[in-house]
């Protein structure tokens, strides 16, 4: 995105400067956090910087900040501008337990699973991940489960979908189903 001269257009600083803002906030964190959590890797005033646009932020340190906020790369970078064709995003859903019909509502707690270990925990991780990454939902903290990605976690678990809600908590990794 770089212009004849090889210089970064200002609009697209100002936006890579906006998605480094929103991340952060995701995480909920202010500068002064990131400054004095990251040890004075990333000084508050130079993060201001990058995030209003006034600087242009390298390569290398980009992926620190990745590293930092625990988000692949590509997402610290704004995305493609695509049409809107009024599809509006799938909403979080109550899902119906197949048995008993009864309403749950599945919430994933990302911190326990990093706690966690071992091919059934690294499958976890990869998905969740890859549903983050699709719904730009970076907090970090926990994730709230669609009718189809139970469906999708139901296999990893080896479980029928009825089972994945109680599979999960079995392992600490859901809050309270309701």
Same mark, same amino acid.
């Given at each position: 995105?770089?212009?004849?001269?090889?210089?970064?257009?200002?609009?697209?600083?100002?936006?890579?400067?906006?998605?480094? =803002?929103?991340? =952060?906030?995701?995480?909920?964190?202010?500068? %002064?956090?990131? /400054? $004095?959590?990251?040890? %004075?890797?990333?000084?508050?005033?130079?993060?201001?910087?990058?995030?209003?646009?006034?600087? #242009?932020?390298?390569?290398?340190? @980009?992926?620190?900040?990745?590293?930092?906020?625990?988000?692949?790369?590509?997402? @610290?970078?704004?995305?493609?501008?695509?049409?809107?064709?009024?599809?509006? #995003?799938?909403?979080?859903?109550?899902?119906?337990?197949?048995?008993?019909?009864?309403?749950?509502?599945?919430?994933?707690?990302?911190?326990? @699973?990093?706690?966690?270990?071992?091919?059934? $925990? /690294?499958?976890?991780?990869?998905?969740? %991940?890859?549903?983050?990454?699709? =719904?730009?939902?970076?907090?970090?903290?926990?994730?709230?489960?669609?009718?189809?990605?139970?469906?999708?976690? #139901? &296999?990893? @678990?080896?479980?029928?979908? /009825?089972?994945?809600?109680? =599979?999960?908590?079995?392992?600490?990794?859901?809050? &309270?189903?309701?």
């Amino acid at each position: 995105m770089s212009d004849d001269n090889g210089q970064v257009p200002d609009h697209y600083s100002r936006k890579v400067g906006e998605r480094l =803002r929103a991340i =952060r906030r995701q995480k909920r964190l202010s500068l %002064q956090e990131v /400054e $004095a959590t990251s040890e %004075q890797e990333f000084k508050a005033s130079v993060l201001g910087a990058y995030e209003r646009g006034e600087r #242009a932020i390298s390569v290398p340190r @980009l992926q620190r900040l990745g590293r930092f906020y625990n988000v692949p790369v590509d997402q @610290l970078l704004p995305q493609e501008e695509v049409p809107d064709f009024g599809v509006e #995003a799938e909403p979080s859903i109550d899902l119906t337990d197949r048995l008993d019909r009864s309403p749950v509502s599945v919430t994933i707690d990302l911190t326990r @699973l990093e706690e966690l270990s071992g091919p059934e $925990a /690294e499958m976890l991780n990869r998905y969740l %991940q890859m549903i983050q990454v699709l =719904r730009q939902d970076f907090n970090g903290r926990v994730l709230t489960i669609r009718r189809d990605d139970l469906q999708a976690l #139901a &296999a990893i @678990l080896g479980t029928g979908p /009825e089972g994945a809600a109680p =599979r999960l908590a079995d392992l600490g990794l859901s809050f &309270a189903t309701v």
